[in-house]
């Protein structure tokens, strides 16, 4: 099967394929936010299987990892007998619409969110 290796400063970090999957991307995300003690830089991969059914699109997820400014990041493209499940199989058609985030991920990003309003919003009293 088609799969890609991710690599964070050497260290093999995910195997990300499978064997129905026709198409596999890889994406970086590094963004800095200016004047603000934020910061965010993930690699990931996502694929999509073959598409059996018409109308029907499945899409595949794997893990997101962290790294940080200076890190090496790699990825090599490799015919693979074995590699790591999908973090989540979501569907995205016309008829369903289903969420691409884990219980997990969506907690993870609710609590930054609420981290960063306190942060902003600390000692500022309350109106009234």
């Not at 099967?1 to 499978?18: P, T």
């Not at 493209?77 to 995205?92: G, H, I, Q, T």
Request: hydrophobic share 30%.
């Amino acid at each position: 099967m088609l799969a890609m290796v991710i690599s964070i400063n050497g260290e093999e970090i995910q195997v990300a394929g499978e064997d129905s999957c026709e198409l596999l991307h890889a994406d970086i995300l590094a963004m800095r936010k200016p004047n603000v003690d934020e910061s965010e830089y993930t690699i990931g991969v996502s694929g999509l299987p073959d598409q059996r059914e018409k109308g029907k699109h499945e899409h595949l997820r794997w893990r997101r990892s962290h790294f940080k400014v200076g890190d090496e990041i790699s990825i090599r493209l490799v015919d693979a007998s074995e590699a790591d499940a999908p973090l989540k199989r979501y569907r995205s058609d016309s008829t369903v619409q289903e969420n691409p985030y884990t219980d997990e991920e969506i907690r993870e990003m609710q609590m930054r969110t609420y981290l960063s309003l306190k942060k902003k919003f600390e000692g500022q009293g309350g109106e009234g």
